[in-house]
């Protein structure tokens, strides 16, 4: 997805006026059907080396400026969305973002669900029930028990909300919030048509993570040296609680310095753990 090698045919000026220049008009086709097939190839060089960059929301302070690096750099990511509070703004999943959802859909991004009310999982109940815990929403630090149904429909309800605010169809894939999971959990998540996606050991960026302890020099610095091929990785939107954020100072360099390694980026869609629920 990052290597294009379109040859503009533009530059092949078939107007009378070059007429006396031109070699035959047999020989023109030709050359003009061996560069178009030259892009052709170029264009669809196969990603040999492959990562998938996912976000998950966050306070959404710093989504613009995410974007901004991902458009410059022409990769394509996954994002899990719930509706968390947002710096300005209803929420991440809110009206006020709708324009910024929308732009990214029309960029060729994925999307998947991280449970509308970013629900953790706290432990597992009788006769298949869950203990569980909106961060976000009217229920917001509440814990309560869930039972296969309403879960299945808390996922369900960001994808709603996410093809509104795309326009395009979300993954059938989610996110738990923290990762957070059980088997039971994903056995009924599974049962109604969700994969669940963790991330790669060397894919957690350390965007949450205090930055007095973890300046971004040194996340830079793990990640170029520890992620390796098909890794998944994870970052967030915008976290509350790092004095000094992780992106887009961390993000434009690392995406450089791995790309200078070989590798290329992908959304999940393309992820063989995850084809066939994707395709």
């Known amino acids: 997805p990052n290597q294009s090698g379109q040859i503009a045919s533009r530059h092949l000026d078939f107007g009378p006026r070059q007429a006396v220049l031109m070699p035959s008009m047999p020989a023109t086709r030709s050359i003009f059907i061996a560069l178009s097939c ?3 190839v170029a264009h669809a060089a196969p990603c040999n080396k492959p990562l998938y960059l996912t976000f998950d929301t966050g306070h959404m302070g710093v989504a613009p400026l995410i974007a901004e690096v991902l458009n410059r750099q ?15 703004g209803d929420g991440t ?3 006020h973002w709708v324009p910024w959802w ?17 629900v953790y999982w706290r432990a597992d109940q009788a006769h298949g029930n869950w203990q569980m815990r909106p961060s976000a929403g ?5 814990t309560e028990v869930w039972n296969s149904a309403r879960y299945c429909a808390e996922l369900q309800r960001a994808n709603t909300r996410l093809q509104q605010l795309t326009g395009q169809k979300p993954l059938p894939l989610f996110r ?16 109604c048509g969700f994969a669940h996606v963790g991330w790669a050991d060397a894919g957690f960026l350390g965007d949450e993570l205090p930055s007095d302890k973890y300046p971004n020099a040194q996340l830079l610095q793990k990640s170029l ?9 994870m970052a967030h939107l915008g976290i509350w609680s790092r004095q000094d954020p992780w992106a887009p100072a961390v ?29």
């Open 74 to 88: 022409n990769v394509k990511v996954t994002f899990f969305a719930a509706n968390e509070p947002t710096q300005e």
């Open 225 to 233: 040296k520890n992620i390796r091929s098909g890794d998944i990785l």
């Open 102 to 118: 929308r732009a990214r859909g029309a960029e060729g991004h994925a999307f998947a669900s991280h449970t509308f009310d970013h």
């Open 176 to 191: 738990a919030p923290g990762g957070k999971t059980s088997p039971s959990l994903l056995a009924a998540a599974k049962q």
């Open 38 to 40: 030259l892009a052709v």
């Open 93 to 95: 999943l809110g009206e």
């Open 251 to 279: 993000l434009e360099p690392l995406i450089e310095g791995l790309k200078a390694k070989g590798f290329c980026f992908t959304t999940l869609q393309d992820h063989p753990q995850f084809k066939t629920w994707t395709h």
């Open 138 to 142: 009217p229920n917001k630090g509440k």
